[in-house]
């Protein structure tokens, strides 16, 4: 959506979307009635809100405009399966999450999705539920994928070390030690986004975190204390920073243009993007808005202890970078954005340590490199990343999305640039994240007189 202010052109991107499925299942799981706005509808999210509707919770039509839905949550013990088959669609946030729920759940339910989805491991979140006396049946018992059928289990409590930094493990293991209501702690390599640790605090959880071993190697952890009941949300959703990203990098790669985005998320676990666009070049600022209270704007963080503001971005000349390995988990979904940044950028641009990259919805590093190589740049595939030779003068050519959403943004900013002449075979997986991503993209480049 664009709104008009002075001197830039100002664009509300939508909800978060990781925030979105944590506030859907949480509210189903509070005892009371939650009041959620901003709220993401994007096929990833109506698939969260369908699968808990077939699980007995009464959740409202996501509407397209963010409007209030209110949710009557039924309880850490309440949901009702009743074997029915849940379509997670592309989400493996939705499919990872519910499955650390259901397991832990005294009801029987199997979690399926689409191709894409149906590819992506599961074994990450289904051994350590099986080692915490989960019942999960999977096709092939050694490498779990979708379908998983899963039912009723007494679980004990759990202390994880998962082997990868993962808010989706971390987040499923702690949902069922709640539901279970067993204590459990995630260790991760580092930290991952911790959305669902501070959306548990707004509802009365107490989440210690600190190190697994106090002067040991680094190993941020998280853990739930039970509790009988969640309190629950009232909760202003705020704009995604992932989302924001494509915006951001087409105003940083256009010298003069300038974009302000409104009330934009910003955990510090979601922001580095916006560290290497001001290291590639561009001109950033945060005007970080207060924390919601009586009187605060709608758009100040509201609840769950997410703070959010205004980003502005002016384009400049963009260099190349080395990506930090240590930064790789708060900006794992923008990669093939800086990648494709990097092919118009003077200099090369290094993403190293994202081996993670290969397990998401397409495999990413494979699919970046041969889209970016099919518009005529210069790029290196590594197992764990990439490294591209910038710039590129002229990018042009038609590419592949392989159905992700992330890899059409991103080639779509390519496009996006004066004299970018670039076709996105597949345009409407945009729809999973990001649904009206081509309109606003037209009337950002319009507002700047990009014909
Ligand atoms: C997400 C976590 C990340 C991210 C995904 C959304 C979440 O995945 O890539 O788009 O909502 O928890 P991992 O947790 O698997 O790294």
Redesign the pocket.
Known sequence: MIEAAAGAVAVRVPGD??IS??ALMLAALASGTSRLRGVLSSADTRATAAALRALGVAIPALSEDGAEIVVEGVGLRGLRGDGAVLDCGNS??TA??LTGILAASATRAALDGDASLRRRPMD?VVAPLRAMGADIQAADPVRPTLPLRIGPARLGPADHRSA????????ALLLAGLVAGVPVRVCEPRL??D??ERMLRAMGVAVPTGEAEPGGPAAPCAAVVPVDALRPLDLQVPGDP?SAAYMAALAGAVPGAEVRLLGVGLNPTRTAFFEVLRAMGAEVSAERHAFAGAGQPSDAAGGAGEPSGDVVVRGGPLRGVAVDPELV?AL??ELPLIAALGAVAEGSTRIRGAA?LR???SDRIAATVAGLRALGATVEEMDDGLVVAGPTRRLRGRVEAHGDH?LAMAFGVLGALPAGAVEVDDPHCVAVSYPGYWQDLIRVRAAWGIA
């Open positions: 979307k990781s499925h944590r493996g946030t990872r999450l990450r990868v930094a993962s808010a989706q493990v971390k987040s991952s986004r959305h669902t992932s988990p794992i979904d993670e397990l998401k919805e992330r």
